[in-house]
C-alpha cells in the first residue's frame, strides 16, 4: 500500500470515526483497527501544516560577488546570535527578501 493509498485510507477511516460519535479507542475495537495507529494517523493528518507531505524544498540563494565600486553602498545585517549578513545592496536586495523568509 503506497502512502497516498495509507493517506486515503485513513482519511476516510477517521471521518467515519467522527461520524460514529465513539471514542476512539471504542472504534478502534469495534472496526478492529490498532489503537496506536489510529491515533498516529489523527496526529499525522490533522497537523495545521499538512498537505499530503509535500513540502517546499529548502533552496540555495544566488550569491553574486559585488563589484569594488559598490562595496561602499552596502548593507550589513548583524543578528544577536552573533552572525552578520554583508554585501547586501540594492542589486541584490532579492536576496535580502529570501534571507528574511528563512528567519
Given at each position: ?9 485513513w ?70 546570535n ?22
Amino acid at each position: 500500500m503506497t502512502n497516498t493509498d495509507l493517506q486515503q485510507f485513513w482519511r476516510q477511516t477517521l471521518a467515519d470515526w467522527q461520524a460514529s460519535g465513539l471514542t476512539g479507542a471504542a472504534y478502534c475495537k469495534q472496526q478492529s483497527l490498532v489503537y496506536h495507529r489510529f491515533v498516529y494517523w489523527r496526529q499525522k493528518l490533522n497537523k495545521p501544516d499538512h498537505q499530503d507531505d509535500t513540502r517546499t524544498p529548502a533552496g540555495f540563494a544566488r550569491v553574486a560577488p559585488v563589484p569594488e565600486h559598490r562595496l561602499a553602498e552596502q548593507l550589513t545585517l548583524s543578528f544577536p546570535n552573533g552572525i552578520t549578513v554583508t554585501g547586501l545592496h540594492a542589486d541584490n536586495i532579492a536576496l535580502l527578501a529570501t534571507l528574511l523568509r528563512q528567519l
